[in-house]
């Protein structure tokens, strides 16, 4: 069973809120993602980490950014939220080099209104 | 580059058809092969998987071989139930990383 996991699951935001979505996992994995996932169910890649330290831009240009101050947390920050920003966003995880099982956390449902 | 691609949905089944969901890849090297599985309001379960060619890798009555002559990792069951409505996403993996297919949302009526 993996252990990962997101708060909040769900946030209800105004424009121009800053907002840090939390995902944490348990399992000592080096490599962390956050997904933009959008209605028709397509993952988009918006931020990964190889490690402590280690962050890069996913395949999709996002105004979030991400830290990675410790193994085990990987939060999103959006400095300042905008309707475009809806979306369903996912963390996963995984072990580092022979591993591409990624494990996903229960994602977070984020509405800007 | 690597790349998935999976057959476009919705899919509509009435309990205990037969399912098939296609899946088709392109890699340069010899990827691993996975298939992801997200109920409602969950984050992305691994379903099942298979590594090498003619693999096949089953979980839950659900099946798929690893089929390198047609670059296919086509997703089976025999027969669906209302509680497998859910989308499915197949997934490659190479290099380090992986890519997913777009999903295919599928609802099961019973």
């Known amino acids: 069973e993996a252990d990962i996991y997101q708060t909040p699951r769900y946030l209800v935001i105004g424009t121009g809120k800053k907002i840090t979505l939390e995902c944490s996992q348990t399992?000592?994995?080096?490599?962390m993602y956050w997904y933009q996932q959008d209605p028709g169910m397509e993952l988009h890649l918006i931020h990964y980490?190889?490690?402590?330290?280690?962050?890069e831009k996913g395949d999709l240009s996002s105004e979030s950014t991400v830290s990675r101050i410790r193994t085990e947390h990987f939060p999103l920050t959006l400095e300042s939220a905008r309707p475009s920003h809806t979306s369903q966003y996912l963390c996963?995880?995984?072990?580092?080099?022979?591993?591409?099982?990624?494990?996903f956390g229960p994602g977070t449902r984020l509405t800007v209104t | 580059g690597d790349s998935v691609t999976q057959m476009e949905g919705p899919v509509t089944l009435s309990e205990e058809a037969f399912l098939t969901i296609n899946c088709t890849y392109t890699a340069t090297g010899y990827p691993s092969l996975f298939w992801y599985v997200q109920y409602p309001g969950e984050g992305l379960q691994l379903l099942l998987k298979?590594?090498?060619?003619?693999d096949k890798g089953s979980n839950k009555g659900f099946e798929a071989t690893y089929r390198k002559e047609t670059t296919s990792f086509h997703l089976e069951k025999g027969s669906v139930q209302v509680s497998d409505s859910a989308v499915y996403f197949c997934?490659?993996?190479?290099?380090?990383?992986?890519?997913f297919g777009a999903g295919t949302r599928l609802t099961v009526k019973p």
């Open positions: 399992m000592g994995h080096d490599k």
């Open positions: 997934a490659l993996g190479s290099f380090g990383d992986m890519r």
């Open positions: 996963a995880s995984k072990r580092g080099q022979g591993s591409y099982e990624q494990y």
């Open positions: 980490s190889y490690g402590v330290n280690s962050t």
């Open positions: 298979a590594t090498k060619a003619d």
